[in-house]
């Protein structure tokens, strides 16, 4: 089974201030990992994902996301917030299965981040 | 390119009611997802339609939900008969990978209101 935890229920940040929404995993195998955000009344739009390779990837709106594979932790990160930013996150992760073979994600349960003046 | 698209946005609807909900995915995507929102709590798979085949319905809760894609196009979400606990965000998701590596596009997700 697969499983992702996101223990901050809201994360406050002030513009300009550096943010991290913290996300760690558990996979049978090697993991996908995932970020997407969601808007007031929109969809999820996908951020950044971690497939293999350099731990820290970059994603759209200048957010980058550090794997750690010793900590299954899969954390958000940001150098300088602003307030455009503030949104449900969600965090998701995908157990490799061949590499033919699409497959459900597994979400966590959303940070929303609130970031301020 | 259009998005993946969904149909109804709001449905409230009474307990013992019937309601479908419709997904339009993104042109020429194959594989086609079903996942669910409940208040506060995680996004849930309910499951997944490799064009009009179900590759994985382990999510699907129970009878009383009942998915289609005839033709491998669009999808329908039959919830028959709605209890107070089918309350929740119905997203819908496709992707046009043959490998799990490529990121599912969303919807914006029906809000389900059963009273």
């Known amino acids: 089974a697969q499983s992702v935890a996101q223990p901050e229920d809201q994360v406050n940040v002030a513009e300009g201030n550096p943010l991290t929404v913290k996300c760690t995993y558990s996979?049978?195998?090697?993991?996908?990992l995932f970020w997407y955000v969601q808007y007031p009344n929109r969809g999820l739009q996908f951020l950044l994902k971690?497939?293999?390779?350099?731990?820290l990837v970059k994603g759209s709106y200048g957010f980058e996301a550090e794997f750690n594979k010793s900590q299954t932790s899969f954390h958000l990160k940001k150098p300088s917030a602003l307030v455009s930013d503030s949104a449900l996150y969600f965090c998701a992760v995908r157990r490799f299965i061949n590499t033919g073979t699409a497959s459900k994600l597994t979400f966590g349960t959303g940070t929303r981040l609130q970031v301020t003046l | 390119e259009a998005g993946v698209t969904q149909f109804p946005s709001h449905s409230v609807i009474e307990k013992g009611q019937t309601v479908t909900l419709r997904c339009d995915p993104i042109?020429?995507?194959?594989?086609l997802y079903w996942y669910r929102r409940v208040m506060g709590k995680e996004i849930k798979f309910l499951l997944h339609f490799v064009k009009e085949s179900k590759q994985d319905e382990s999510g699907m809760p129970n009878n009383r939900f009942l998915a289609e894609r005839t033709g491998g196009t669009y999808s329908t979400l039959k919830v028959q008969p709605a209890e107070l606990e089918d309350s929740g965000v119905y997203f819908c998701?496709?992707?046009?990978?043959?490998?799990?590596?490529?990121?599912?596009?969303f919807g914006p997700g029906t809000r389900l209101t059963v009273t």
């Open positions: 042109s020429g995507h194959d594989n």
């Open positions: 996979v049978s195998g090697n993991p996908y």
């Open positions: 971690y497939i293999t390779g350099d731990n």
């Open positions: 998701a496709s992707s046009q990978e043959r490998g799990p590596n490529r990121e599912q596009y």
